[in-house]
């Protein structure tokens, strides 16, 4: 048997099994059961506008040092420096975070910053996500 005949013999029962366990025939064009993006409702479950002088620790919650307490020095992908929760690190102003990043020494590391995250206070696997952001030029 020549190798073409081979493969297809290999491979058709596994296709008809695909094709078999399907709703719907991959093969086919039928976009108009596909969602479209003004058809969906989209419903509102979490944001944060800073309209406080402070970050609001009921949506937000820090993040410390190097990662090392953690079991990920450099947070696992070698980050130069220590996270802070101090006011030059992290800061509301005219509504809008600033984490900034500075060129200092702290506790060991030559920079320090701020870190943030939502998790357990926000926590998401699809939807659509929306912000700005004003990022500097070059390598971060």
């Given at each position: 048997m020549n190798s073409f005949l081979k493969t297809?013999?290999?491979?058709?029962?596994?296709?008809?099994?695909i094709f078999s366990c399907s709703d719907t025939d991959p093969l086919s064009d039928d976009s108009e059961n596909d969602p479209v993006e003004e058809d969906l409702e989209w419903q509102l479950v979490w944001s944060d506008e800073f309209e406080t002088d402070e970050l609001d620790t009921d949506k937000w919650s820090y993040q410390f040092?190097?990662?090392?307490?953690?079991?990920?020095?450099?947070?696992?992908?070698?980050?130069?420096?220590?996270?802070?929760?101090?006011?030059?690190?992290?800061?509301?102003?005219?509504?809008?975070?600033h984490i900034v990043a500075r060129?200092?020494?702290?506790e060991g590391m030559d920079y320090t910053s701020a870190r943030i995250r939502t998790i357990n206070q926000g926590d998401w696997r699809y939807g659509r996500f929306e912000f700005r952001?004003?990022?500097?030029?070059?390598?971060g």
């Open positions: 297809l013999f290999i491979a058709l029962p596994f296709l008809l099994f040092g190097t990662g090392a307490s953690e079991g990920l020095q450099g947070w696992g992908n070698n980050e130069l420096q220590y996270y802070t929760d101090r006011e030059e690190n992290i800061y509301i102003e005219d509504e809008m975070l060129d200092e020494s702290y952001a004003k990022l500097p030029e070059g390598q």
